[in-house]
């Protein structure tokens, strides 16, 4: 580790501040709010051996580290406009590896359309603590939120629902993925920032708990149940491939980053057209209904026992 702090922040981050961020020079960022918008905050942290392996690639780490805060703009139907960024810096990682680390932010942001306004850095004696605290921006009263699914509703989730749950026990040799495709949706989550969930969702979130325990959240927000379908969830050819003793692992997996949302029946046409122009899959997998809680039936329309419903820190 050479240099000190501020050393550390010109090399590596000063490169990556846009407007707004002062040049990382000041004691906060400034950002103007256009007329009949609102902006949204969402942070997420990503800790060594917890949300990634001590021998992940610094550069997807970097860029999963934006992308997780970017799924959850698509999520609430708004535009990512910067955001601000803490580490905690163990003495184990060396300049090399911030090097590829804000080489794979460098790469998102140009893809994204987005940039850097602040942050702080910190030595630690334990892992490596990386959060992220991204700011969007969403016309005013029009931002999704997990509150507001009505009984009638259809439920619906883009792309393929497993793929990263099965990727990390891919890592961990516990199933084959002679492509690194699953490997991929793993270290690297495709937000779906393309796609207008603004227009038609009446309750949304993205998924990176578990589908089922994500669809539980939604459930309580609006005192409403849920009723998924297995066998319409959608799942990659690579997840097929690992055969049906993976289900569960593809229903309860966290790290998705896939959009799980409801909307009234009449907008399904209005669904699947916007999913066409984003180049994206949209699929129905199940209605909400009155009650509580969330249900997964199989084929049957019978319930499926599950030993767990997703990702608990605690």
């Not at 931002?143 to 883009?158: H, M």
């Not at 669809?215 to 009723?227: F, N, W, Y």
């Not at 959608?234 to 993976?246: D, R």
Request: aromatic share 6%.
């Amino acid at each position: 580790m050479s240099g000190g702090e501020f050393d550390f922040i010109d090399r590596f981050f000063r490169p990556l501040a846009g407007n707004g961020a002062l040049e990382l020079g000041d004691d906060a960022a400034l950002i103007d709010v256009p007329e009949g918008h609102e902006l949204i905050l969402s942070t997420d942290t990503l800790v060594e051996a917890v949300h990634f392996l001590p021998d992940d690639p610094a550069e997807t780490i970097g860029r999963k580290l934006l992308r997780v805060s970017l799924s959850d703009c698509a999520a609430m139907g708004a535009k990512p406009r910067g955001y601000l960024m803490n580490i905690s810096r163990p003495a184990s990682f060396d300049d090399q590896w911030f090097a590829s680390f804000s080489t794979g932010l460098f790469q998102d942001q140009h893809l994204f359309g987005l940039s850097l306004l602040g942050g702080d850095t910190t030595s630690t004696r334990g892992p490596l603590v990386l959060s992220l605290t991204i700011l969007g921006e969403v016309s005013k009263g029009r931002a999704v939120r997990r509150k507001g699914a009505r009984a009638g509703d259809v439920i619906w989730v883009t792309g393929t629902i497993g793929d990263a749950a099965l990727g990390l026990q891919a890592l961990l040799g516990e199933v084959d993925d002679p492509g690194g495709i699953l490997t991929g949706r793993y270290r690297l989550p495709q937000p779906r920032t393309g796609f207008p969930l603004q227009d038609f969702a009446s309750a949304g979130m993205d998924i990176s708990d578990g589908l089922v325990q994500d669809a539980g959240h939604i459930a309580r927000q609006s005192g409403v149940r849920l009723e998924l379908e297995a066998d319409r969830v959608p799942l990659s050819p690579e997840a097929e491939a690992a055969g049906p003793a993976w289900l569960e692992t593809c229903l309860t997996g966290g790290d998705d980053y896939e959009l799980l949302f409801t909307a009234p029946d009449s907008r399904t046409d209005a669904i699947r057209e916007a999913g066409k122009k984003a180049g994206l899959n949209v699929t129905q997998i199940g209605r909400v209904v009155q009650g509580s809680g969330v249900v997964v039936l199989d084929a049957n329309g019978r319930e499926m026992p599950l030993r767990k419903t997703g990702w608990q820190h605690f």
